[in-house]
């Protein structure tokens, strides 16, 4: 079917913003793209988001077992743990060949990792769950088939990257690690120095050639053609780069990101770009432009925030955040989550934090076992970029004589996560209570390693036997908590939030509404050490059930008690 007008006459401004007048030999090559794809892609098994979306997120090989591929024995875990029911959607992290980064640095785009499985897996996968990909954008491998023959001198990957003097100024480029940009390498006209924002291994491409979007078009498509119902654009802040900026959030970024979800929405109506950029709020999300770039995009400042108020046990800076978080435009919404495969950032904070509060946070990471990485400013100082450490150990307090307060921290943060206003996602190693793996990072060098744990399968169900040990505490209480969220309409990802405030320092209050207004939740989370009485009536609320309480516990009063660490959620 041929591409229709209105689209066409888009994809032809946002060539034109990029490229100028080159947009007339490249609109008739992505109109094919969509005429292609359009027919094959299989439709969506739930193109809406609802109440039930809930994602995993996992790397293919976490639970490993001997004489199955990764893949399977990932499913296999998911189904012996009663979570296929629960959990609406999975995220695979980069299961691609990769050479570096645990699979960031892709070789291949649209190969599986054979140690990892085959499509095969990932459509068995599929079956049962949808399924969210990402798109690594921004870099390729130097193992890669395009640096290859960038390095050999053939067209037109000679245009696929960066080369840039070692003169020039580039004090003004916003750098997320504390490494060289520039990386020289050998090629066939000689050495060169190339871009590289996050490693030597990771290449920057090239996206001011369009070629290279191209080319990433046709890895996105491939990606939608084997059943991505969510692409995550990695990294994509840094997308397109010129010298004498900061070449981070640049406008040339954001119509790439326009052009994208012009191009899904043809192809797979339904499918949700999310966009990642661990950045200051308001510049995280810019992405949501005028409802005409990413669908969904993370919550990162939500991480560090519910860290610090379970640290301190004040709820109120994370109030404040939430008081002023604003709504999104129909049709979007936000990715809320604690823990990932990567360190929680601290960069979000900016602006929001004391830094007196900051800086107890650091504090209590690096007691607890965590490291701080850094990223290099303009003046050449470094400054905190990311906590490195899992976030169960964040919140387990070493000097805590009953481990189970532990367990009951840890689970608030993620009560919270699953009641606000968006989709939540969830790192595998939090339905656990997976702790540092110290071990782990020191083999490997890497501080985010900490928090990547690889289990064997037989192993982690030994660990989930004991019935009083944190991970079968924890995971039992998730449970729990995924079957009762997904029954309420009031937690559709669109439901209406309002903040509540109770003048207690230590309590967490708001309220979700469902879009038909027949539902109203009332979300009271105890942060602090000590039992609160909350006097629900001060502020016009009358609870008739706490749907968290076990059925031995009376029903609620217009005041609710909340131990410490305790989250209710009250039908008001």
């Not at 990386?183 to 050639?209: C, I, K, M």
Request: charged share 20%; glycine share 6%.
């Amino acid at each position: 079917m041929p591409v229709a007008a209105q689209l066409h006459q888009r994809l032809r401004a946002h060539l034109t913003f990029l490229y100028g007048s080159r947009a007339t030999e490249y609109l008739p090559r992505i109109a094919t793209l969509i005429e292609q794809y359009a027919p094959i892609v299989p439709p969506l098994r739930k193109p809406a988001w609802d109440q039930r979306d809930v994602v995993l997120i996992t790397y293919a090989d976490q639970v490993r077992r001997h004489g199955v591929s990764p893949l399977h024995a990932l499913d296999e875990f998911l189904t012996h743990a009663g979570l296929n029911h629960l959990l609406s959607t999975i995220h695979l992290l980069p299961f691609f060949p990769s050479s570096s980064d645990d699979g960031f640095s892709v070789i291949d785009y649209c190969t599986v990792d054979p140690t990892l499985g085959d499509w095969t897996d990932v459509a068995a996968l599929g079956e049962h769950y949808d399924l969210m990909f990402d798109l690594v954008l921004n870099h390729v491998s130097r193992h890669s088939r395009w640096f290859t023959q960038y390095a050999g001198g053939t067209p037109p990957y000679t245009h696929y990257f960066l080369e840039v003097e070692p003169s020039a100024d580039l004090s003004s480029v916003v750098r997320p690690r504390s490494l060289p940009l520039l990386t020289r390498v050998d090629t066939s006209r000689g050495p060169q120095h190339v871009w590289t924002t996050f490693s030597d291994d990771q290449v920057d491409l090239n996206y001011a050639e369009p070629e290279v979007l191209i080319a990433m078009l046709e890895v996105l498509l491939c990606y939608l053609q084997h059943g991505a119902r969510i692409v995550r654009l990695d990294a994509i802040a840094y997308l397109w780069k010129q010298i004498g900026t900061p070449s981070i959030h640049l406008p040339q970024t954001h119509e790439v990101v326009k052009l994208l979800r012009d191009v899904v929405d043809a192809v797979s109506p339904g499918t949700i770009l999310l966009t990642e950029t661990n950045v200051p709020h308001a510049e995280n999300i810019s992405y949501f432009g005028d409802g005409d770039e990413a669908r969904m995009v993370y919550q990162f400042s939500l991480a560090p925030l519910l860290l610090d108020a379970l640290i301190s046990g004040d709820a109120t800076v994370l109030t404040t955040w939430l008081r002023e978080l604003g709504t999104t435009s129909p049709g979007t919404t936000f990715f809320n989550f604690t823990a990932s495969h990567d360190g929680v950032g601290v960069r979000p904070l900016e602006g929001i934090l004391p830094p007196s509060r900051h800086e107890k946070l650091l504090q209590t990471v690096r007691a607890r076992g965590g490291q701080i990485s850094t990223k290099r400013n303009a003046d050449g100082s470094v400054s905190p970029y990311e906590l490195n450490i899992s976030y169960f150990s964040a919140l387990s307090d070493p000097h805590d004589p009953d481990p189970r307060i532990s367990v009951r921290r840890f689970l608030a943060s993620q009560a919270i996560v699953l009641a606000l206003r968006g989709i939540p996602g969830v790192y595998l190693h939090s339905l656990v209570a997976t702790p540092n793996d110290l071990a782990g990072m020191q083999t490997t060098g890497h501080a985010r390693s900490i928090n990547r744990r690889k289990y064997d399968l037989d192993h982690l169900e030994t660990l989930l036997l004991p019935a009083d040990g944190a991970p079968r505490q924890v995971l039992d209480a998730y449970r729990h908590l995924l079957a009762v969220r997904r029954q309420q309409p009031a937690f559709h990802p669109e439901a209406p939030q309002e903040t509540v405030l109770l003048g207690l320092s230590s309590v967490l209050a708001f309220t979700r509404t469902s879009l038909d207004d027949r539902q109203r939740l009332l979300i009271l989370a105890n942060v602090g050490p000590t039992m609160q009485q909350v006097d629900c009536s001060a502020a016009g609320f009358h609870p008739q059930t706490d749907l968290l309480a076990d059925a031995s516990q009376p029903p609620p009063n217009d005041t609710v008690p909340l131990a410490p660490y305790q989250v209710a959620w009250l039908v008001v």
